[in-house]
Nanobody, 122 residues
Framework: VQLQASGGGLVQEGGSLKLSCTAF????????IGWFRQAPGKEREFVGG????????YYEDSAKGRFTISRDNAKNTVYLQMNGLKPEDTAVYYC????????????????WGQGTLVTVSS
């Protein structure tokens, strides 16, 4: 049972990246997926999430209008499209899964991926 995040890298300010989160070993469509990030020296924070069907997404204020979360249950994958990246978006990005309704509290998420590093240069 695991989630695998990928797609991180180095990008210039104003650029875009698309992260992927692929599930292995569990019934993916039973789970809402959240994206979190942890910047150097800071606590991990919620970025946004998507419900089991993909019909509902929700975002932290810093991500609204720039980030888009989508999912393809046939591929057991959730995506985080990030546009207009800023240096303050530099962080390790994690995906996490929880049964039932989505939310933003880390303690509610049961399954965590290993993280992928995003670095935005100015």
């Amino acid at each position: 049972v695991q989630l695998q995040a990928s797609g991180g890298g180095l990008v210039q300010e104003g650029g875009s990246l698309k992260l992927s989160c692929t599930a292995f070993g569990f019934t993916f469509e039973d789970y809402a997926i959240g994206w979190f990030r942890q910047a150097p020296g800071k606590e991990r924070e919620f970025v946004g999430g998507i419900n089991w069907s993909g019909g509902r997404t929700y975002y932290e204020d810093s991500a609204k209008g720039r980030f888009t979360i989508s999912r393809d249950n046939a591929k057991n994958t959730v995506y985080l499209q990030m546009n207009g990246l800023k240096p303050e978006d530099t962080a390790v990005y994690y995906c996490a899964g929880r049964r039932g309704l989505g939310g933003s509290s880390q303690r509610d998420f049961e399954i965590w991926g290993q993280g992928t590093l995003v670095t935005v240069s100015s």
